[in-house]
RNA sequence: GGCCCCGUGGUGUAACGGUUAGCACGGCAGGUUUUCAACCUGUAAGCAGGAGUUCAACUCUCCUCGGGGCUACCA
């Protein structure tokens, strides 16, 4: 089995690419078969080396590999030539100079359900000759036969009039050519298909399998695309997420696995993907989802793992003491630094949580006692600074939070922050000394 | 306009010609708790509508409605 991605190279990679990608690479995976890669670059106006750059960081991002072949679908173009010239000389191409105004007109003329048929000239654009009769069937995995009657479609042109060649004749070509077996693409292909269907009639061979993955929508139910917030794979990466996470949720988007489990290894994946099971309805991406799984990933991830990725992702180092400390607290990458931050840039500036917490009254008197009991603490460690900071709280009979509190606007400077005890362990004692002096010294005291 | 596809809670989905229509995210209400999360418990919420086939339909057929795609000398 060979199967193919063929992305435009139009930019980024967006998440319903993503998802084609990633089954085409599961159907690979899991028959044996091979995944091949090729940019659909006929429009060379579109395909800029950046662009394709940004296809192949985001496929590896995810961790998909691929069959090395011809990349670019412009490097065939003499092969293209020739198939063009065997269609010409058996008549099952002619040159036509027609214009979409042509083709309206011709249809105000012989109704709206009419297919465009041109005349054969000398000059112009290659058009395919689309017979009357008859129809063109396409076999899809997923969605069964869907006829398309030849009198509806309009001869379509295949190559431009300097020779260029179009998509629809492109990828007949180089499928045939490339002998895939299996044609996994978006649905919005599959009006496209008996055109291609065509070309390799016209060419004699005999088509690969299709299926049509039905598209991906935004909340709104319209297309996905930039306003919906992250669109592409590339977003995704920078919101934080984990590429295993986002193909675990990609994957789960439409593939017809079993419902009691969501969390699989790519292996599973593989596995127990089903072409024939993909869902024919369109499927809204729920970025909180991802998010949650995300977070179930993040947790589990040893933490010496985690440390890793939050030092890649964030670009510092030595973070790994608090990559222990805030992982139960995030769901994404991106969450880190905003919680655990403080430690290594000082505590955040947020006169409203200091206001409201050491404004309070007896704040500025716990948070002296909390420093007393620290600075008299010999080993500094999560266990001793829990069992001093509690015999503050019971000593001022008060609730714990009116101590812990005022000690995590000290040392964060604000109130949301990893667990106390851990945040001040991790500190050390020289810097959480020295952050609530510098605390106490402008805290008012009531 | 033409051609084509799709339709289970807000979202992703499961099941089956006969079930109390299940699971997960999200929501809501509790619990736990030093904050925020996480975690635990409970709860609301669905077969788009209408005909037909059948002893029986979410499941099969048709129609309507709704959503989407294609309709380029784009991919």
Do not use: C
Not at 50 to 58: G, S, T
């Amino acid at each position: 089995m060979r199967v193919r991605f063929a992305p435009s190279p139009t930019g980024a990679l967006h998440i319903g690419g993503a998802r084609t990608a990633l089954y085409n690479w599961l159907l690979a995976r899991g028959q044996r078969g091979t995944l091949v890669l090729r940019i659909e670059d006929t429009d060379r106006e579109r395909s800029t080396p950046e662009n394709v750059e940004q296809i192949l960081e985001a496929l590896t991002w995810l961790e998909l590999e691929w069959d090395e072949g011809p990349l670019f679908q412009s490097e065939r173009a003499e092969r293209h030539t020739e198939a063009l010239e065997t269609l010409v000389e058996s008549g099952k191409a002619y040159r036509s100079s027609a214009t979409g105004e042509d083709v309206r007109a011709y249809k105000q003329e012989h109704g709206d359900d009419r297919g465009f048929r041109g005349k054969p000239e000398a000059e112009g654009a290659l058009r395919l000759r689309v017979p009357d009769e008859g129809s063109s069937i396409v076999h899809d995995v997923i969605r069964g036969e869907t006829e398309f009657k030849h009198v509806h479609l309009d001869d379509p042109v295949i190559a431009r009039a300097d020779g260029s060649v179009l998509y629809n004749f492109a990828v007949a070509v180089d499928d045939l050519d490339a002998g895939i077996t299996h044609v996994v693409r978006g649905a919005d292909h599959l009006s496209n298909t008996p055109k291609q269907l065509l070309v390799f009639e016209a060419l004699g061979a005999q088509p690969p399998e299709y299926a049509h993955l039905p598209l991906l929508h935004g909340p709104d139910g319209k297309k996905l695309s930039k306003r919906h917030g992250a669109a592409s794979v590339q977003e995704l990466r920078d919101a934080g997420y984990l590429p295993e996470a986002v193909r675990n949720y990609l994957a789960l988007l439409g593939a017809g696995f079993d419902p009691e489990r969501e969390r699989f290894t790519s292996d599973e994946l593989a596995e127990r993907f089903r072409l024939e099971r993909v869902s024919k309805a369109p499927a809204v991406f729920d970025e909180r989802k991802l998010r949650h799984l995300n977070g179930e990933y993040l947790r589990e991830l040893p933490v010496e793992e985690l440390t890793r990725r939050l030092e890649a992702f964030t670009g510092r180092i030595g973070l790994g003491g608090a990559a222990g400390i805030a992982r139960e607290k995030m769901q994404t990458l991106a969450e880190f630094w905003p919680l655990a931050g403080f430690i290594f840039d000082g505590p955040t500036d947020d006169p409203e949580a200091f206001e409201r917490v050491l404004g309070a009254e007896g704040a500025a008197q716990a948070l002296g006692d909390a420093r007393a009991a620290l600075a008299r603490l010999e080993l500094w460690d999560e266990a001793s600074v829990e069992r001093v900071l509690r015999d503050v709280v019971e000593t001022r009979g008060v609730k714990p939070k009116e101590v812990f509190q005022p000690v995590r606007v000290a040392i964060a400077g604000r109130t949301i922050s990893p667990g106390i005890f851990e945040s001040v362990a991790l500190l050390g004692r020289e810097e959480t000394l020295a952050r609530i002096d510098s605390t106490l010294a402008r805290t008012p005291v009531h």
